[in-house]
């Protein structure tokens, strides 16, 4: 087996627009710039891990070839969020000529939406005054935190999550380069996970082959300290039934046993709520109360105590709604 020590994120990210998984649209859109050699400004926007910073190095490795390096630079908007970025760095770079035959250089800003809205008007007229020889592309979780005259100088690429056959497909390749057999329900387990996030799924893969060279899903659930599909039902189903006792002592082991993360165990009850067939107000009841206990979390409340009055709330709501149901 090779080394299990490199990164393997980068190892296989994918070189070539062709190469990537998934967003065919995406890609089409994109060699076709390469075609034609050029590219307006570009706003590339979606969640974590499905590809934006991989389709934004490929596509200057294939507009410049081998010294696409010296027209490249790539910055994250999230270490330095202020203005003096902008006038400073980002200036600096877009206003030198593009090297050997290159018409432009890019500039790619990644997690753009952390620029203050003063970093944000600077560069758009950094945009305005260098676009002859400097194309932006910027990257971000969310375009509505990117301002509009930004968004109305960029083409829009919406990413999407990855879809669960496309991470099974890479995940088996890396799978088979690195000497690794994996069961049906391990890749399940890993789909699970990574909510189509292509980083996400490599990590455990590899968290995983640390282990062992024959992949189960246990291994992936305790490599990544999340709980299993069936243990959030059955924590769900004994509070509903009334248990609250039972639903303390499954909680307890989920968090204090195996040291699954509070605000991890509240996006899967959520997940699994959203799609459980269910009293449509008890399940909008069940879903508030998640939200409640997620937002006093965030705000700094006890984490152990929040969980624990959250499967209270949801005791209280179901024997109400048994006690309406007898009535």
Same mark, same amino acid.
């Given at each position: 087996?090779?080394?299990?020590?490199?990164?393997?994120?980068?190892?296989?990210?994918?070189?070539?627009?062709?190469?990537?998984?998934?967003?065919?649209?995406? %890609?089409? $859109?994109?060699?076709?710039?390469?075609?034609?050699?050029?590219?307006?400004?570009?706003?590339?926007?979606?969640?974590?891990?499905?590809? +934006?910073?991989?389709?934004? %190095?490929?596509?200057?490795?294939?507009?410049?070839?081998?010294?696409?390096?010296?027209?490249?630079?790539?910055?994250?908007?999230?270490?330095?969020?202020?203005?003096?970025? %902008?006038?400073? #760095?980002? +200036?600096?770079?877009?206003?030198?000529?593009?090297?050997?035959?290159?018409?432009?250089?890019?500039?790619?800003?990644?997690?753009?939406?952390?620029?203050?809205?003063?970093?944000?008007?600077?560069?758009?007229?950094?945009?305005?005054?260098?676009?002859?020889?400097?194309?932006?592309?910027?990257?971000?979780?969310?375009?509505? +935190?990117?301002?509009?005259?930004? #968004?109305?100088?960029?083409?829009?690429?919406?990413? $999407?999550?990855?879809?669960?056959?496309?991470?099974?497909?890479?995940?088996?390749?890396?799978?088979?380069?690195?000497?690794?057999?994996?069961?049906?329900?391990?890749?399940?387990?890993?789909?699970?996970?990574?909510?189509?996030?292509?980083?996400?799924?490599?990590?455990?893969?590899?968290?995983?082959?640390?282990?062992?060279?024959?992949?189960?899903?246990? #291994?992936?659930?305790?490599?990544?300290?999340?709980?299993?599909?069936?243990? =959030?039902?059955?924590?769900?189903?004994?509070?509903?039934?009334?248990?609250?006792?039972?639903?303390? $002592?499954?909680?307890?082991?989920?968090?204090?046993?195996?040291? =699954?993360?509070?605000?991890?165990?509240?996006? #899967?009850?959520?997940?699994?709520?959203?799609?459980?067939?269910?009293?449509?107000?008890?399940?909008?009841?069940?879903?508030?109360?998640?939200?409640?206990?997620?937002? $006093?979390?965030?705000?700094?409340?006890?984490?152990?105590?929040?969980?624990?009055?959250?499967?209270?709330?949801?005791?209280?709501?179901?024997?109400? +709604?048994?006690?309406?149901?007898?009535?």
């Amino acid at each position: 087996m090779e080394d299990v020590h490199g990164i393997w994120i980068e190892k296989y990210r994918p070189l070539r627009l062709a190469d990537m998984v998934g967003h065919r649209d995406i %890609v089409e $859109r994109l060699e076709s710039y390469v075609k034609m050699g050029t590219l307006p400004h570009l706003l590339l926007t979606g969640s974590p891990g499905v590809g +934006k910073t991989t389709a934004a %190095v490929a596509l200057a490795r294939e507009l410049f070839g081998e010294d696409w390096r010296m027209n490249f630079r790539e910055l994250n908007a999230s270490d330095e969020r202020g203005i003096d970025v %902008v006038r400073n #760095q980002i +200036k600096q770079f877009a206003r030198i000529s593009p090297m050997g035959d290159a018409s432009f250089k890019i500039l790619f800003l990644d997690e753009a939406d952390s620029l203050t809205t003063d970093a944000q008007a600077a560069l758009r007229r950094t945009m305005e005054s260098y676009a002859e020889s400097c194309r932006f592309i910027l990257s971000c979780n969310y375009s509505s +935190k990117i301002i509009d005259p930004i #968004q109305s100088r960029c083409a829009l690429f919406r990413f $999407r999550p990855l879809n669960p056959e496309d991470i099974k497909e890479e995940i088996r390749r890396i799978a088979g380069k690195e000497g690794l057999t994996l069961t049906e329900k391990a890749e399940d387990a890993i789909v699970y996970i990574a909510q189509g996030d292509m980083r996400k799924a490599i990590n455990a893969l590899q968290g995983a082959a640390v282990i062992a060279q024959d992949i189960t899903e246990e #291994q992936i659930y305790a490599i990544s300290a999340t709980a299993k599909p069936s243990e =959030i039902v059955n924590l769900i189903n004994l509070s509903l039934s009334g248990d609250f006792e039972g639903a303390e $002592r499954h909680l307890s082991s989920l968090t204090r046993d195996r040291g =699954i993360a509070p605000t991890e165990l509240l996006g #899967q009850c959520y997940r699994h709520l959203v799609s459980m067939e269910l009293d449509r107000l008890l399940k909008v009841e069940l879903i508030d109360h998640i939200g409640e206990a997620d937002f $006093r979390i965030s705000e700094g409340a006890q984490s152990d105590l929040q969980m624990e009055a959250m499967i209270a709330r949801f005791v209280l709501s179901a024997l109400k +709604k048994r006690g309406i149901d007898q009535h």
